[in-house]
């Protein structure tokens, strides 16, 4: 028996913050990836908070730090343009229920496509389709996709589509009458405090950026029309027809902000989401099919990222270009983990195996004590 309670204390005390701190650092080293930022809190301290590798593999890279700005991708669908989404709808500007033909001129299958449709992947659109050779203008876009067939019947089935949160982001802008961009820093980033997050850093965020600062960007991928490596630039194509600004992707952001938005969702809306608001969001709109999808958050299931230990109620999101961002509300925990992983090339997987790592050790350490 004493034995075994001493394998017991011995076991858990081999997973510490500075382990995983050390994971990361390690697979940086091994070139796993360029560079990672990796954030880990609870509702009211910081366990973790580390950068390692630079901004680019090329001579002209420097060191990250806390401050260095990553291309959210994907993470936009949630940190921007669903939460405009949750802030129009506890103001009683907007409803789940309502329809695209609510707002916008669309086809007879497409106009009943509700927003709850469109937030939980369910709407029936098209995953993904280049708009660089079929519009001329941003606006344009909306009406574009609109004007493609449905690629399943609305409500069947879980299709994650990056054209759907185009479409939902031209209806806030139709609601509102102003750009997401501008939505986005004064209902989100702002209050949040997230001085250093928001679309197209070399112009949106000039003005809060020192010259310093505005080096300070991890680099991703090739542009094919440039010949340059995109820094500061929206990776995402589409993102970039739209020049910049769009529901799917375009945000850049920092660690340090990224965890203030993560604290905030640990703390159950944090006095900036009502908890009613947060419930709707991460409640499971999609039982039985193929992912478990929230309001714009993905949810724990046995195919998502969030790895083996988070618990249940797990919540979060990803980005193609390495980041992800996951909140554990049972235990209050959130992990922050910024990449990247497409530089100099999106041929690198090995992303999707350090989060499931970092996240088990953050879950095991943060429950066997290393809250205290």
């Not at 901004?55 to 991708?73: C, F, K, N, W």
């Not at 340090?256 to 419930?279: Q, T």
Request: hydrophobic share 40%.
């Amino acid at each position: 028996m004493i034995r075994a309670c001493r394998f017991i204390i011995r076991r858990y005390s081999m997973t510490s913050w500075k382990q995983i701190e050390q994971t990361v650092q390690q697979a940086v080293e091994r070139g796993d990836i360029p560079s990672a930022a990796i954030g880990i809190g609870s509702m009211n301290r910081v366990y973790v908070q580390a950068a390692f590798g630079n901004t680019s593999i090329t001579e002209q890279g420097r060191p990250v730090d806390t401050h260095t700005l990553y291309d959210m991708a994907s993470l936009t669908k949630v940190m921007a343009t669903s939460m405009v989404a949750f802030y129009m709808i506890e103001d009683g500007i907007l409803r789940l229920n309502d329809r695209i033909g609510d707002f916008m001129a669309a086809p007879v299958y497409k106009k009943d496509v509700t927003i709850r449709q469109l937030m939980t992947h369910t709407g029936g659109f098209q995953a993904d389709f280049k708009l660089e050779t079929l519009i001329r203008r941003p606006e344009e876009a909306a009406a574009c996709i609109l004007r493609r067939p449905l690629f399943c019947p609305p409500g069947k089935h879980v299709v994650y589509s990056c054209m759907g949160y185009i479409v939902l982001g031209k209806i806030l802008e139709s609601i509102s009458g102003k750009g997401l961009d501008q939505m986005a820093r004064e209902w989100v980033f702002e209050p949040l405090g997230m001085t250093q997050t928001g679309y197209r850093p070399f112009t949106e965020l000039h003005a809060a950026l020192d010259a310093g600062a505005q080096e300070n960007i991890a680099w991703t991928e090739l542009d094919p029309v440039s010949k340059r490596y995109l820094a500061g630039v929206v990776h995402d194509e589409n993102a970039r027809t739209l020049q910049g600004v769009s529901g799917n992707a375009g945000v850049f952001s920092t660690l340090e902000d990224m965890m203030k938005m993560g604290r905030m969702l640990a703390r159950g809306g944090g006095g900036y989401l009502s908890r009613a608001m947060l419930k709707a969001a991460t409640q499971n709109y999609t039982p039985g099919m193929e992912e478990n999808r929230g309001l714009g958050f993905q949810l724990r299931d046995s195919n998502s990222f969030f790895g083996d230990l988070m618990g249940p109620e797990s919540f979060g999101h990803n980005g193609y270009t390495g980041t992800s961002l996951a909140v554990d509300p049972q235990n209050g925990l959130y992990v922050v983990l910024l990449t990247n992983r497409v530089h100099p090339s999106r041929k690198n997987d090995a992303i999707f195996r350090l989060r499931h790592l970092v996240h088990n050790m953050a879950a095991a350490a943060y429950t066997s004590g290393g809250k205290k």
